[in-house]
């Protein structure tokens, strides 16, 4: 041992908290920069890399050998200037994932991201390696301070994007990484080092004036470009990246406004700007002081109002650049609430561009809400005669495909009887779908089927007499739903409003309607099964346990020449994810397999002890990404936001992890009773998310977000300090082996878990949340078992 045990701890603290800082960071700025699903696909082979630093320890164990300080030092300060140096390629050499299939160029830059991406991380994995192969008779304390410490990096990412922005914590992580080479080499060998870091914490304070672009195909793009808009607002957090841009003097009279009858030429003046958030799903954002706003009496959304008492009270879910809110002002609305997910957008429309909406926003008779609509409506004391929700993601999310491996909860079963128990006996709810090709269901389908699910689990024996759909024709649909049944008089004015309009009547109650809706509405049992197989889509209507609304594809039909045509279809997202699985698994495969034709060649006879080993360190790996990233996914809903479930569960699970790695000592000499309890414990814990955390969630949903996260923290402590148990145990035993496998299964680890990040949100859209776990069981008892058959005798105590 060349360093001493309290610098190497404080050393790998600092690395673990650089580590997870600087991904999170960076995943909210290639979220923006490029699209969502492409960012995913950036980030997983980038930790590839962090695996594969384990396998090459493994087959060059002469690294650190002599000078273990000194390669802990520089290996440190590579990582710091690495994750820099991507950062300022991304900056510079901006690309566009969408053209990759059609521009060398932009297939050229999508590799040159992925190897860019991959370097800080792999350097940092080497540093830990190096750092579990030193002190693998410490496992349990050193394996705490790195656990600690990610979850510390985890807990501050949130705090330091919205005070730095992300491009300001990303440059702080990466100055991490300096002051965790300081660590190792000792202050007075640390200059450089010290110095790289105090240059890149300065230029932190300076992340949110950097000018970084997006992708050419983002809607933020088309806007300042195809429509020369001028940008007037720029603000990062960790949510999102909002941008207002505004109307030159010379940008075309016309703008689109999705919903508007084609019977008519508007002028559409009033469309000031436009709110991107992460550059992408757009939204009008209107100057009423012309006044000029009649063209909202041919537009969809006027619908609802054809079917309530007057003077409603409204409430809104996604106020995005104020539409809804106008159009319920218009039509007479008594009090509108609007639930918004960004808070910047309300500052926008409220503070910084009030001007434009002639005090409505700031008037008594509305009320915006930062929030998320799920946990406002849950705890909502009032109804409310109509509950709005327009074009949340959806038309967003079928000309990009960027939303499908996003989870969306708002859209859910258990979401719409939310919005039913908090409408009044007369109210209706109101969804308004993207939809580009009318007769083609996709997002009306789904969610048609969506209501038609709910209002039967409500008892509701003719369902098809509360439902309406109508289209605009101009990739706009009303989705209407009620609590009674639609009177012959309110559907007769809905006829008249269509016929007047030109909109088609998709179903209507005790009409006619469209020959496909109408068979989504009625058919059952096999005559349903048949629609659904000649459908060329997904149709099932999803739940909170599978709350992926956007994957409409079949996973079978993805290389489909009929199936999959253009790049900008929803299918994208579900291509890239196979795409991405499969070349993992490969390239873990090479990673884990490789090492053993090394150790053969090296005459080490470790036989079906190795193998044990890769087994459990495989199961590992492949069982704790398999939880982890459901949880996230799952607990989206609970915590509100993305961002936050990704920091808080992170931080829950790392945290206790690392305390149930401090505690594994105790147990060493009596590693099967203890294995096989933390099964039992893994069961019983998976049995109570199965079961238990919907009820959690239905009791607690409305609480303060402190509360939600303290009570996450105490949903997932025991599992973390179940799971934290298992890898010192195995470090131990691959020590005691031979020294040359604890790299080896640091590798076999790493490679796994990210595997397992893309195989648990494939089965998860495929099978929904439960089958994830279920699958994570089985991994870990069959990691357990051939852990306790195959690696040898018990292992000595520290």
Same mark, same amino acid.
Request: glycine share 8%; hydrophobic share 50%.
């Given at each position: 041992?060349?360093?001493?045990?309290?610098?190497?701890?404080?050393?790998?603290?600092?690395?673990?908290?650089?580590?997870?800082?600087?991904?999170?960071?960076?995943?909210?700025?290639?979220?923006?920069?490029?699209?969502?699903?492409?960012?995913?696909?950036?980030?997983?082979?980038?930790?590839?890399?962090?695996?594969?630093?384990?396998?090459?320890?493994? #087959?060059?164990?002469?690294?650190?050998?002599? @000078?273990?300080?000194?390669?802990?030092?520089?290996?440190?300060?590579?990582?710091?200037?690495?994750?820099?140096?991507?950062?300022?390629?991304?900056?510079?050499?901006?690309?566009?994932?969408? =053209?990759?299939?059609?521009?060398?160029?932009?297939?050229?830059?999508?590799?040159?991201?992925?190897?860019?991406?991959?370097?800080?991380?792999?350097?940092?994995? $080497?540093?830990?390696?190096?750092?579990?192969?030193?002190?693998?008779?410490?496992?349990?304390?050193?394996?705490?301070?790195?656990?600690?410490?990610?979850?510390?990096?985890?807990?501050?990412?949130?705090?330091?994007?919205?005070?730095?922005?992300?491009?300001?914590?990303?440059?702080?992580?990466?100055?991490?990484?300096?002051?965790?080479?300081?660590?190792?080499?000792?202050?007075?060998?640390?200059?450089?080092?010290?110095?790289?870091?105090?240059?890149?914490?300065?230029?932190?304070?300076?992340?949110?004036?950097?000018?970084?672009?997006?992708?050419?195909?983002?809607?933020?793009?088309?806007?300042?470009?195809?429509?020369?808009?001028?940008?007037?607002?720029?603000?990062?957090?960790?949510?999102?990246?909002?941008?207002?841009?505004?109307?030159?003097?010379?940008?075309?009279?016309?703008?689109?406004?999705?919903?508007?009858?084609?019977?008519?030429?508007?002028?559409?003046?009033?469309?000031?700007?436009?709110?991107?958030?992460?550059?992408?799903?757009?939204?009008?954002?209107?100057?009423?002081?012309?006044?000029?706003?009649?063209?909202?009496?041919?537009?969809?959304?006027?619908?609802?109002?054809?079917?309530?008492?007057?003077?409603?009270?409204?409430?809104?879910?996604?106020?995005?650049?104020?539409?809804?809110?106008?159009?319920?002002?218009?039509?007479?609305?008594?009090?509108?609430?609007?639930?918004?997910?960004?808070?910047?957008?309300?500052?926008?429309?409220?503070?910084?561009?009030?001007?434009?909406?002639?005090?409505?926003?700031?008037?008594? =008779?509305?009320?915006?809400?930062?929030?998320?609509?799920?946990?406002?409506?849950?705890?909502? =004391?009032?109804?409310?005669?109509?509950?709005?929700?327009?074009?949340?993601?959806?038309?967003?999310?079928?000309?990009?495909?960027?939303?499908?491996?996003?989870?969306?909860?708002?859209?859910?079963?258990?979401?719409?009887?939310?919005?039913?128990?908090?409408?009044?006996?007369?109210?209706?709810?109101?969804?308004?779908?993207?939809? $580009?090709?009318?007769?083609?269901?996709?997002?009306?389908?789904?969610?048609?089927?969506?209501?038609?699910?709910?209002?039967?689990?409500?008892?509701?024996?003719?369902?098809?007499?509360?439902?309406?759909?109508?289209?605009?024709?101009?990739?706009?649909?009303?989705?209407?739903?009620?609590?009674?049944?639609?009177?012959? @008089?309110? #559907?007769?004015?809905?006829?008249?409003?269509?016929?007047?309009?030109?909109?088609?009547?998709?179903?209507?109650?005790?009409? @006619?309607?469209?020959?496909?809706?109408?068979?989504?509405?009625?058919?059952?049992?096999?005559?349903?099964?048949?629609?659904?197989?000649?459908?060329?889509?997904?149709?099932?209507?999803?739940?909170?346990?599978?709350?992926?609304?956007?994957?409409?594809?079949?996973?079978?039909?993805?290389?489909?020449?009929?199936?999959?045509?253009?790049?900008?279809?929803?299918?994208?997202?579900?291509?890239?994810?196979?795409? %991405?699985?499969?070349?993992?698994?490969?390239?873990?495969?090479?990673?884990?397999?490789?090492?053993?034709?090394?150790?053969?060649? =090296?005459?080490?006879?470790?036989?079906?002890?190795?193998?044990?080993?890769?087994?459990?360190?495989?199961?590992?790996?492949?069982?704790?990404?398999?939880?982890?990233?459901?949880?996230?996914?799952?607990?989206?809903?609970?915590?509100?936001?993305?961002?936050?479930?990704?920091?808080?569960?992170?931080?829950?699970?790392?945290?206790?992890?690392?305390?149930?790695?401090?505690?594994?000592?105790?147990?060493?000499?009596?590693?099967?009773?203890?294995?096989?309890?933390?099964?039992?414990?893994?069961?019983?814990?998976?049995?109570?998310?199965?079961?238990?955390?919907?009820?959690?969630?239905?009791?607690?949903?409305?609480?303060?977000?402190?509360?939600?996260?303290?009570?996450?923290?105490?949903?997932?402590?025991?599992?973390?300090?179940?799971?934290?148990?298992?890898?010192?145990?195995?470090?131990?035993?691959?020590?005691?082996?031979?020294? @040359?496998?604890?790299?080896?299964?640091?590798?076999?680890?790493?490679?796994?878990?990210?595997?397992?990040? #893309?195989?648990?949100?494939?089965?998860?859209?495929?099978?929904?949340?439960?089958?994830?776990?279920? %699958?994570?069981?089985?991994?870990?008892?069959?990691?357990?078992?051939?852990?306790?058959?195959?690696?040898?005798?018990?292992?000595?105590?520290?």
């Amino acid at each position: 041992m060349q360093v001493p045990y309290g610098r190497l701890f404080r050393g790998i603290w600092i690395i673990a908290l650089s580590t997870l800082l600087y991904e999170i960071a960076l995943i909210r700025v290639l979220s923006f920069t490029i699209w969502y699903h492409f960012a995913y696909v950036v980030i997983s082979t980038a930790l590839l890399g962090y695996g594969a630093s384990g396998a090459l320890l493994a #087959v060059r164990p002469q690294i650190g050998s002599r @000078d273990l300080e000194g390669t802990l030092a520089r290996t440190s300060l590579i990582t710091a200037l690495s994750g820099a140096g991507f950062f300022v390629i991304v900056v510079l050499l901006p690309f566009d994932p969408m =053209k990759i299939l059609s521009s060398s160029r932009d297939l050229a830059m999508m590799i040159v991201y992925e190897v860019g991406a991959t370097v800080p991380f792999f350097f940092s994995g $080497l540093t830990v390696s190096l750092a579990l192969r030193a002190g693998a008779q410490r496992v349990d304390r050193l394996y705490f301070w790195d656990l600690l410490g990610a979850g510390l990096g985890c807990a501050l990412a949130v705090p330091l994007m919205n005070s730095l922005s992300p491009p300001g914590a990303l440059l702080l992580g990466s100055a991490g990484f300096a002051f965790a080479a300081a660590a190792f080499n000792g202050v007075a060998r640390a200059r450089v080092a010290l110095s790289v870091g105090a240059a890149l914490a300065a230029a932190a304070f300076f992340g949110s004036s950097v000018p970084v672009t997006q992708a050419a195909s983002k809607h933020l793009t088309l806007h300042l470009a195809e429509h020369k808009m001028h940008s007037a607002f720029t603000r990062w957090t960790a949510l999102f990246r909002t941008d207002v841009v505004t109307r030159r003097a010379d940008t075309v009279k016309n703008l689109p406004d999705w919903g508007l009858s084609r019977t008519v030429n508007y002028d559409m003046q009033q469309i000031q700007g436009f709110i991107t958030h992460d550059g992408s799903a757009g939204t009008n954002m209107y100057d009423l002081r012309q006044g000029r706003l009649g063209f909202f009496d041919d537009h969809i959304q006027r619908l609802p109002y054809h079917v309530v008492p007057p003077g409603p009270r409204v409430l809104i879910i996604g106020v995005g650049g104020g539409r809804d809110v106008i159009v319920a002002d218009r039509f007479g609305a008594s009090h509108i609430t609007g639930v918004e997910l960004d808070p910047v957008t309300i500052d926008v429309l409220r503070d910084t561009f009030k001007d434009y909406s002639d005090g409505l926003f700031t008037s008594p =008779k509305v009320t915006l809400v930062a929030g998320e609509g799920r946990h406002f409506i849950e705890r909502a =004391k009032q109804r409310y005669d109509i509950i709005q929700i327009t074009g949340v993601d959806t038309l967003a999310a079928q000309t990009s495909g960027a939303y499908v491996l996003a989870e969306n909860y708002l859209y859910t079963r258990e979401a719409m009887h939310a919005y039913l128990e908090h409408l009044t006996p007369d109210g209706v709810l109101s969804i308004g779908t993207g939809q $580009l090709i009318p007769e083609q269901p996709q997002s009306s389908g789904r969610m048609l089927l969506v209501a038609r699910e709910m209002l039967r689990a409500r008892g509701v024996t003719r369902p098809e007499a509360h439902i309406a759909l109508v289209s605009s024709r101009t990739f706009m649909d009303e989705l209407l739903v009620r609590p009674r049944p639609f009177t012959a @008089d309110e #559907v007769q004015r809905l006829a008249a409003e269509c016929e007047r309009l030109q909109f088609n009547a998709l179903l209507l109650p005790g009409r @006619d309607g469209h020959p496909l809706y109408r068979s989504l509405m009625h058919e059952t049992g096999a005559a349903r099964e048949a629609l659904f197989a000649r459908l060329p889509y997904v149709l099932e209507p999803v739940t909170d346990d599978s709350p992926f609304f956007f994957r409409f594809f079949r996973w079978g039909d993805l290389f489909s020449e009929d199936e999959f045509g253009p790049v900008h279809t929803t299918a994208l997202g579900q291509l890239v994810l196979v795409l %991405l699985l499969a070349s993992l698994a490969a390239l873990s495969a090479l990673f884990i397999l490789a090492p053993l034709l090394v150790f053969r060649r =090296k005459k080490l006879r470790l036989g079906r002890r190795a193998l044990g080993i890769l087994a459990y360190f495989t199961a590992l790996g492949l069982g704790f990404m398999l939880l982890e990233i459901s949880l996230m996914q799952r607990l989206v809903l609970y915590l509100g936001y993305p961002t936050y479930a990704l920091s808080v569960v992170l931080f829950s699970l790392l945290l206790f992890l690392g305390f149930g790695s401090y505690l594994s000592n105790r147990v060493i000499g009596r590693e099967k009773p203890a294995l096989l309890a933390a099964l039992v414990c893994l069961v019983v814990l998976v049995a109570f998310y199965r079961l238990g955390l919907p009820l959690v969630e239905r009791s607690t949903l409305g609480a303060p977000l402190a509360a939600r996260i303290a009570i996450t923290l105490l949903m997932l402590a025991p599992l973390g300090l179940v799971l934290g148990m298992f890898f010192p145990l195995g470090i131990r035993r691959a020590e005691s082996i031979h020294p @040359d496998l604890v790299p080896w299964a640091w590798g076999i680890n790493g490679c796994a878990s990210v595997t397992a990040s #893309v195989l648990a949100v494939t089965t998860a859209m495929a099978f929904g949340f439960g089958a994830v776990w279920a %699958l994570a069981l089985i991994t870990y008892a069959l990691g357990i078992t051939a852990f306790l058959v195959l690696t040898g005798p018990r292992v000595r105590s520290a």
